[in-house]
Structures are given as structure tokens and as C-alpha cells.
């Protein structure tokens, strides 16, 4: 198979800060475009009557695919009765007197039960950073953009949710936190809940979420995700995935130095501390710790600091676009550490290999929380998990393989991908055994009380109180090498064992 993105794409993408549209920040709590897709997978306009079919945004990709209403694959999820630690019962009912509650009615039926619920839809709502030109946005955050409609219209396509369909309403806040705070106030009159996507405003959002009582299925990044009782984190936090891959590190590849990329934000510093101190308990001498911006133009300063250091290995906590830009800068250097790189938050279809160039094969391991299909030296059992399937049958139906210049191989998207799929589907699941009366707190009620196995290697649990507490979800992880492959531009993945397990 070709792979349609060049390298003088990919390259663009990384280092074109120049030419990439910048996006600013909404001034005076302005909004940024808010769009929703409907279920017949056009997009309407989010303080519209749902299925409007008019566009709030023209130059925006349509993440909406025209359903085929083949016969569904095998379910990706399953739902498993646990008994809540710490406690039962939701944190909190909604306000009373909240936007569009009504009383049920006698018979039974559907009704206006809560916020973004009536008789007939469940809206359900995500803020990304689809227009971040410069940080890889469109490629990134429009991959599970598409994969959360198409996982809304296959449950929709198979009966939809106790007789009610989903609608799914999307708001871009180009990757400014300001912007995604519009995004939320505007969103959150109109949607249930919020499913995984892209947005760093999950770090800062929590007070208000507190007030508001949202339930909000996150992309996990942030330890903080985990200690609100709102958040439902559907990906390890980067800490966690910090103290697994230096363990991992330590106990295999065992360097006598290494050198720590980190994003700087206060996650992934921490992330970088944590590691640091694994590093220090392994007599392992940390010789260089280098913050990058995640719009970076250039890195090639950064290259020169670590070779100056020279450290046996590189461990990042950063985020794909400056990651690639320094690839790229240690490439034109010619240098390399002798044991490589280990790094968070670049798993994904091998189609993306381009954006880091042929300098990572056999270079770069990552760590992320799902088992990837189509790797090398991975188990037949593995690779045919129902998640898996489920995601690959979802990519042939509704979304196809090309996003933004990239066509891909095995199945389209990411390790922030996978979660939306794993989640949105755990939605449904969950709305669905609440029938009529689908309230918010009787939905976190259910998501602490239960665990989830989302057929990919991970099973999901958010006990009460304590939506990290031990046994944590991601306590095992899984580690991918890029290497040559036999198709999309010759990358490929391979997997590395043993898998990294927080022990």
C-alpha cells in the first residue's frame, strides 16, 4: 500500500511554523467554533436544533462519515458489576431546576430526563484542538474526532441507546485553554456529558466542574483527571506512564546516564521528576532535563545541549510536534544516543512514521496504554482482542484510512483514539441499562460501581472516591519500537516485552 504523505509533508507539519496557520485566543470569554455532529453525520451548529445539517465552521474537515448499515462486529466492550470502594453513590445530583429536567412520566417512557437528554437523543459533547496547525492538531485530534462519531453512529446504526440516538457536539479550542473554557461554558448546557478528546483544559476545568456536575470521560494526561470526582480518565496520566517506562529502563536497557525531554506543562513536569527519581533509586545519573514548548519552531539548540551532555539513552514526556522537530534537528546533526529513545505520546499506526522521519527506526520506543494492532512479534491472541476488531471494523465502515494527507494501514488513529473508542462505547453501554430516567448522577453512579473491559488490554474502573485508586487501571502498559515496515512509507511497529508493569 502507498502511503500518500511525503516526507516533504511530514516535514511541514513539523518545521513550517512560518506558513501554519496560527490560531489565536478568543478575547473577553469569546468562544471558540462550535460545531455538533448530527446522526446522520453532517455537523450542525451546537446552539441549533439538532440535525440542522448547517455548518458553524466551513473550513473545518467534516469528522462526520455516511453510515453503512452492515452487520455490526463483535462488541468491544464489556461490562463487568464491582463493588465500589470508598463508598457508593454519585458526588453530587444535578441543581435543581437545571435545563431541561422534567418529571417522568407515568407509563415510562422516554423523557427530558437531564441536561442534553430528551425523549428521543442523548447529546454528548467534545472540545479538541482539531485547528492547532502548528502541533499537529488536525492529524491528531481529528483522528479520534472521526473515531468518536463513527463509534456514535454504529451504536445508533445497532438500536441506538434505550430508544434514544446520540448526537455528538464538538467545540475546537485550537489548543489555547482560554478558548476551551468558551468551549465548556457553551457546551455545557447542551450536552450530558463530555467523551476523551484532546484539550489541556482537563488540567484547569475542575473547580467549575465541581459546580456544574458534568460528567466529563477524559484523555487521562493529567494526574488531577483522576482525583476529580467528575472525571472519568480513559488513558494512564503521564506521571504513571513516567514511573513505568523508567522502571522499564532501568531493569533492561540499564544506561548509565540518560537525558529527560519534557513538555512544560506541569504534568509532564512532574512526569520528568518522577522519572528522575526512579533514575536516581537505579544509581542511573540524569545529565540533562531540556522543557520544550508544544509549538516549538526549532529544536536544533536543544540537539546541541544533549549531545554536549551525551547521555547513553533519552526518555520523553513531551508531545509529537516538538518530539519530530528534534528528530529531525538530531538527524541533520548526525547523532544519536547509543540506546536510544523511550518516549510517551507517539504510539500509533505506523502511517504517522513519516512525521518523525526514518531516523526513528529502531531508534525510538514508546510506551502507551492499549496493545496496538498490526505490530511485529505480537500474538495472534493479541491481535484479534474484540477492541481491536471492533476498531478496524469501525475504520472500514465509517472513516476510512486518509486523514489530513496520511493513509493509513492498520487502523486509523492513535493511543487517544483508542480511549475515545473504548469510552464512547462504555457510554453507550452504561446510558443504556439507565433507560428513561438517564440522569447524571445516576451515570457516575454506575461508571463507579462497575468495571469495563474494553477488549484491548486494558479493563477500566473509577472507584468512588478515588478514581486512581489501586489496583489502577494502567498499572500494566505496553511498549512499541518503531521499525521498518512493509508498508505505509516502510515504518512499522514492533513490540517489546516484557511490558512495562508498575510493580
Known sequence: MTNIFTLRQARFWVASAGVAVAVAACGGGGSGSLSGT??????????????????????????????????????????????????????????????????????????????????????????????????????????????????VHYINDTGGVAGRKLNLLTCDDGGDVTRARACYEKLKTQVFAFVPSETFVTDVIHDTLAKDKVPWMTWGWFKSEYTDPYMFPCHANGMREASNVAKWIANNTKPQTVGILYLNVSEDIAAADVAAAVFQQHNIKVVQRIGQEWDSPDESQHVLAMRVANPDAIVSFSWPAPVAKFFHDAQGQNWSPPKGFFANHLTGDPGYGPIFGDYIKGHVTTITSWIVPGAQGQSAADEGLPGLTFWKMLTNRYTGYDIVGFHLKYAMGHHIT??????????????????????????????????????????????????????????????????????????????????????
Open 38 to 151: 448530527s446522526v446522520q453525520g453532517g455537523s450542525s451548529q451546537g446552539n441549533a436544533a439538532p440535525n440542522t445539517g448547517s455548518q458553524a465552521n466551513p473550513a473545518a474537515p467534516n469528522s462526520g462519515a455516511q453510515a453503512n448499515p452492515a452487520a455490526p462486529a463483535p462488541n468491544g466492550t464489556q461490562v463487568n458489576p464491582a463493588a465500589p470502594a470508598g463508598g457508593t453513590g454519585a458526588p453530587g445530583a444535578p441543581k435543581p431546576g437545571a435545563p431541561g429536567i422534567a418529571p417522568p412520566p407515568p407509563a415510562g417512557a422516554n423523557f427530558a430526563s437531564d441536561v442534553g437528554v430528551t425523549a428521543t437523543q442523548i447529546n454528548i459533547g467534545i472540545i479538541n484542538i482539531a485547528s492547532a496547525n502548528r502541533s499537529l492538531g488536525p492529524p491528531i485530534a481529528l483522528a479520534s474526532q472521526r473515531m468518536t462519531d463513527a463509534v
Open 418 to 503: 483508542q480511549s475515545t473508542i473504548a469510552c464512547t462505547k462504555i457510554f453507550g453501554d452504561v446510558a443504556r441499562t439507565l433507560g428513561p430516567n438517564l440522569t447524571r448522577a445516576r451515570f457516575i453512579q454506575a461508571l463507579e460501581t462497575q468495571s469495563f473491559d474494553t477488549g484491548m488490554g486494558v479493563t477500566l474502573k473509577w472507584p468512588h472516591g478515588d478514581h486512581g485508586q489501586e489496583p489502577y487501571s494502567f498499572n500494566k502498559e505496553y511498549l512499541y519500537q518503531w521499525v521498518q515496515g512493509d508498508a505505509d512509507q516502510g515504518f512499522g511497529l514492533k513490540r517489546v516485552q516484557p511490558d512495562p508493569v508498575n510493580a
